[in-house]
């Protein structure tokens, strides 16, 4: 490793000059999936050539503090996989009244 480090530092350095001919700055997701808003929190910024950024798709909903994302009762996800999301309780159903009772037939 000592040689290295002797190498490395009698190497001139600059930083890197970049023009932006043909590059296509953009936002991508903290995915790294898709495109996105510059304001989207976590998104970073990277050069594309001109014609192959990633699809843009909009910021995804934040998280919630619980863990999971989204909405209440939205389901999907792993746990849906494995049957293990939570079914809405069914409504109860009213107990059926008793069926009156017939009279013996007279004779």
Same mark, same amino acid.
């Given at each position: 490793?000592?040689?290295?480090?002797?190498?490395?530092?009698?190497?001139?350095?600059?930083?890197?000059?970049?023009?932006?001919?043909?590059?296509?700055?953009?936002?991508?997701?903290?995915?790294?999936?898709?495109?996105?808003?510059? $304001?989207?929190?976590?998104?970073?910024?990277? !050069?594309?050539?001109?014609?192959? /950024? &990633? *699809?843009? @798709?909009?910021?995804? %909903?934040?998280?919630?503090?619980?863990?999971?994302?989204?909405?209440?009762?939205?389901?999907?996800?792993?746990?849906?996989?494995? $049957?293990?999301?939570?079914?809405?309780?069914? !409504?109860?159903?009213?107990?059926? /009244? &008793? *069926?009156? @009772?017939?009279?013996? %037939?007279?004779?």
């Amino acid at each position: 490793m000592r040689v290295w480090s002797g190498i490395f530092q009698r190497l001139p350095s600059a930083p890197l000059r970049v023009s932006n001919k043909g590059l296509d700055w953009q936002s991508v997701a903290p995915t790294g999936i898709n495109s996105t808003d510059e $304001g989207c929190p976590g998104a970073r910024r990277f !050069p594309f050539v001109v014609g192959y /950024a &990633p *699809a843009y @798709a909009p910021c995804a %909903p934040p998280v919630s503090p619980d863990g999971q994302g989204g909405t209440e009762g939205e389901g999907g996800g792993w746990r849906s996989w494995f $049957g293990l999301d939570r079914k809405p309780d069914a !409504p109860a159903e009213p107990a059926a /009244a &008793p *069926a009156a @009772a017939t009279p013996p %037939p007279s004779r």
